[in-house]
């Protein structure tokens, strides 16, 4: 039995269904889990979402987003909990998820393998290419509103399709998402088009305190308490600033420490490939892909953030990039 013949029997079989995915989701994670609990409702089964926190705001008029549920602790029966795109049962962030039968879908290295049904493709450029999967395993038909959903999960995972993940068949989708009446202009604009004026800022005064290490090679970027509440941007607006100093052709790599996000201190890491930034995070107990990982740091001492650029910086040496010269 592969595993999507493993989900199309719960899915048989059940009536009332579960689907959660990380804490602070992205575009993947929404996208992922609003297609699929569109199918499973296409089916006549009843479908409750469940995240700690709320969706993206660019994404929150996207078609059943208002739906989900925040939540951090679960505890009504459901016949199977799907979770979307987690390495382990603690990214969810909420408590209860244990006790259901998990069926476990993800496109990251390196699960924990925490469901009675296991399923990773780490060849899958966002989860939402393994949603399709399923969806034409159940012979679901892909409406404007899945596809809508999927549209985004590959375009914000993919990093607006710039990563080494995209394969022929993330094309295929897109086209079919096209063939179902996805306006691709229209979300581009919704998704990338919607920032408030305390996003533009707070890029502004993050990247007028970056520090370059390594060479040249590799950006710091760091969210000082205070600066939010400066520029009047939430927490939410800092999501994609990583990104920006990989537009410059000799940083490969970027870390970015935030301070007063959650509880201790975030840190975010970018790569180009083939820099592993993956490594370092597990190093600190965190996870990711090759080039996006993240993790908390064990404490806040300047001892040991120099430690975590030391990493990276040596992440960079092992891949052997030359160092910036300065005429490049
Ligand atoms: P971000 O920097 O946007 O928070 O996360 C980038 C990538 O790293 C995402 O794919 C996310 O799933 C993963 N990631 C971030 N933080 C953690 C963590 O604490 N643990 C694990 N396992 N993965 C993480
Ligand atoms: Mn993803």
Not at 131 to 138: G, K, P
Request: hydrophobic fraction near 45%.
């Amino acid at each position: 039995v592969t595993p999507i013949e493993a989900i199309v029997e719960e899915i048989a079989r059940g009536r009332r269904f579960l689907i959660t995915s990380h804490a602070r989701p992205d575009g993947d994670s929404i996208g992922s889990q609003v297609a699929l609990a569109l199918a499973l409702e296409g089916l006549g089964k009843q479908v409750t979402i469940v995240n700690r926190d709320p969706a993206p705001a660019s994404l929150l008029s996207l078609p059943r987003v208002e739906d989900i549920v925040l939540a951090d602790r679960v505890d009504e029966p459901f016949d199977a909990l799907f979770v979307m795109e987690c390495g382990d049962l603690a990214r969810p962030g909420i408590e209860g998820l244990d006790k259901y039968r998990i069926v476990n879908i993800d496109h990251h290295p390196g699960n924990a393998m925490y469901g009675v049904v296991n399923w990773f493709d780490t060849s899958a450029a966002a989860c939402g290419e393994m949603v399709v999967e399923l969806l034409d395993a159940l012979g679901a038909p892909l409406t404007r509103d899945i596809a809508t959903h999927l549209y985004v999960a590959i375009l914000t995972d993919t990093g607006s399709f710039r990563h080494s993940s995209i394969s022929p068949r993330t094309f295929e989708i897109c086209r079919r998402a096209a063939e179902a009446g996805v306006d691709a202009a229209s979300i581009a604009r919704q998704v990338y088009e919607t920032a408030s004026l305390g996003k533009l800022r707070i890029t502004g005064a993050l990247l007028q305190r970056m520090r370059l290490e390594a060479g040249g090679r590799l950006a710091v970027l760091t969210l000082d308490d205070g600066l939010l509440q400066e520029t009047g941007a939430s927490a939410e607006d800092i999501d994609g600033v990583i990104n920006l100093p990989l537009n410059v052709k000799d940083i490969v790599a970027v870390a970015m420490f935030k301070e007063a996000i959650d509880d201790g201190l975030r840190v975010s890491l970018r790569s180009k490939a083939p820099v592993d930034v993956r490594a370092v995070a597990q190093r600190y107990g965190g996870g990711g892909h090759t080039s996006a990982a993240g993790f908390t740091a064990p404490d806040r001492e300047p001892a040991t953030l120099a430690r975590i650029v030391q990493d990276v910086a040596a992440a960079i040496d092992l891949t052997g990039v030359d160092r910036a010269t300065p005429d490049s």
